[in-house]
């Protein structure tokens, strides 16, 4: 699993959290909480071991996951963009005044699903699902033009039998015209 903790806070008060794994992602998840400055938004990631802390803080809301070094930058955040505002559509203003936990027996499966998804499900990264497509559509014009080419190929093979046909032709015609004068000069001999 790529994304393996998330937590969402107001300053350093948790208001719901989720492991998928037994690590003490949760302690340093709160160290980290701590010493975030609480006036600015800001998009940052920590580094920990194999680990990767991702911290999205937005109006005072504070989402937070752990994911693997693998995962790289793109999916943690866009799973933080994701979080913070399902979080705020589903709480508004109050979870600005909501107490540590509140949310967290709702929230928390919420964060379950969405790690699953963001980890496991190939659809969750748009750009991964888009170069997807670019690539069918690459192979697929690839195909075409191999088969334009080989049309072509076809096709001078043919012009070229053309011509062929036609220098024969022109010959015939040639030879034709010769042996029917032969033929005309010897009947006038015999006349």
Known sequence: ?????????R????????????????VIARQILEKIPGTNDSHVSYSQDRYIF????????????????????????????????RFVK???????????????????RVLSQQMDYYSNDPNADRMNRIRGEMNQVRNVMIENIDKVLE????????????????????RFR???RRFRNTAWWRNVKLM
């Open 1 to 9: 699993m790529a994304i393996l903790y998330a937590l969402v806070a």
């Open 11 to 26: 300053g350093s008060v948790v208001l719901a959290e989720f492991s998928a794994t037994q690590t003490n992602a949760s």
């Open 54 to 85: 991702h911290v999205k803080r937005t109006d005072g809301i504070t989402v937070l996951c752990v994911a693997d070094d693998t995962a790289g930058r793109r999916i943690p955040f866009v799973f933080l963009e994701d979080i913070h505002g």
């Open 90 to 108: 589903t709480y508004g203003r109050a979870c600005h005044t909501a107490l540590a936990y509140a949310m967290n027996d709702e929230f928390s």
């Open 151 to 170: 049309r072509g190929d076809r096709l001078e093979l043919l012009v070229d039998k053309t011509a062929n046909m036609q220098n024969k032709t022109i």
């Open 174 to 176: 040639k030879q034709a």
